[in-house]
């Protein structure tokens, strides 16, 4: 059984920054490709970004590419999303999720989720 558990969020002003985590347990296996998603209140949940931790190669949104900067330890089993120069349209439950293999595959494993809020 593979866990996700995400930290990391919370009320930043427009122009700020955070960086969340998500702590992989579970498993030792190298197979597995890690994204962030969001979710806003009515509205569907959208893939922000992902990492392979086999290799390292990274997907963003365009929405938060240039801004969003996602990396892994593999030594930690944890991967991270750096946020910058947030927006309100960033405000959103964040989770981070398992699928094998690839980014575009079906994620089988999802964390609880970690409130971000981008509010002046």
């Known amino acids: 059984q593979l866990q996700l558990v995400e930290s990391g969020g919370g009320l930043v002003q427009p122009g700020g920054s955070l960086r969340l985590s998500c702590a992989v347990s579970g498993v030792t296996l190298d197979y597995y490709a890690i994204g962030w998603f969001r979710q806003a209140p009515g509205k569907e949940r959208e893939g922000v970004s992902c990492?392979?931790?086999?290799?390292?190669?990274?997907y963003y949104a365009d929405s938060v590419k240039g801004r969003f900067t996602i990396s892994r330890d593999n030594a930690k089993n944890t991967v991270y999303l750096q946020m910058n120069s947030l927006k309100p349209e960033d405000t959103g439950l964040y989770s981070c999720?398992?699928?094998?293999?690839?980014?575009?595959?079906?994620?089988?494993?999802w964390g609880q989720g970690t409130q971000v809020t981008v509010s002046s």
């Open positions: 990492i392979r931790l086999s290799d390292g190669s990274t």
């Open positions: 999720a398992a699928a094998k293999w690839y980014c575009a595959g079906e994620y089988e494993y």
